[in-house]
């Protein structure tokens, strides 16, 4: 029965199992795998002199694949908001859009801003929503926010850390998320203990190189963390929310950081 078959090559042997009508003993390991779901990390943010600086890299990444190096991934809500998204772009990209409406229509309808708390909860909710897709793992998300609590004088920025199910925890110095996060947490830890000065008493300047500084090192034990590139012209997404609102720090405020 076997016979017909041409003699299998020494040492082949799957093809030796052919020849005797074995079955393969090594499962289709691709059959039970999800499919392959783009991810975008890595953001983080932390207090400076000025209020909270939130960066992020611009790569996005699918497996092992480098799918673009020009994602946006620090997102601005409304004047007082900004979100930093780590996770599947699809899912976060929605969310981002369905709370920026909601932010809006609530300023046009009442004639006032949410505050704070509310802003929070419905990330929160938002996050909740998502649920069923976080459960099959096809569409996590791990945001940070950034939002001024304008019921202190002057206002003061805050930092928030979410997990995918929508537990929300405050940050008091800084907070990371995605595949970089475990390095950036450990260089803003070492400086908030030993640097001197502190993240917190940077000014704008120096709080700038921190950041290209910290996301540059991470890139380099993270193949999912785009970096920057100075000769190539390609920064990193930072945005700076302080008592007076939002601005963003161009690639050439980012450049002269640099030196």
Do not use: C, W
């Amino acid at each position: 029965m076997g016979d017909s078959l041409p003699p299998p090559l020494a040492g082949d042997f799957f093809a030796l199992l052919a020849r005797h009508h074995l079955q393969n003993p090594a499962p289709d390991a691709s059959a039970s795998l999800p499919p392959t779901q783009i991810q975008a990390t890595t953001v983080f943010a932390f207090h400076f002199a000025g209020g909270v600086l939130m960066a992020g890299d611009r790569r996005a990444t699918a497996g092992h694949l480098i799918v673009t190096e020009q994602v946006d991934k620090i997102l601005e809500l409304d004047a007082s908001s900004l979100l930093a998204i780590a996770g599947v772009p699809a899912t976060a990209f929605e969310i981002a859009r369905t709370l920026k409406t909601s932010f809006e229509y609530y300023r046009r309808s009442q004639l006032q801003s949410l505050s704070l708390p509310a802003r929070l909860r419905a990330l929160s909710r938002a996050l909740r929503d998502n649920l069923p897709l976080t459960l099959q793992g096809v569409g996590v998300v791990a945001p940070l926010f950034a939002g001024l609590d304008t019921t202190s004088s002057p206002p003061r920025p805050q930092i928030y850390f979410y997990d995918p199910l929508g537990a929300q925890f405050q940050a008091a110095a800084f907070a990371a998320s995605g595949s970089g996060a475990i390095t950036i947490r450990s260089l803003l830890s070492f400086q908030e203990r030993f640097g001197s000065p502190t993240p917190s008493r940077l000014p704008r300047r120096e709080a700038v190189q921190l950041a290209l500084r910290v996301l540059t090192v991470a890139a380099e034990f993270d193949t999912a963390t785009g970096g920057i590139q100075p000769d190539a012209s390609r920064f990193a997404t930072l945005r700076i929310l302080g008592p007076d609102g939002i601005s963003t720090v161009d690639d050439a405020e980012q450049r002269d950081a640099l030196g």
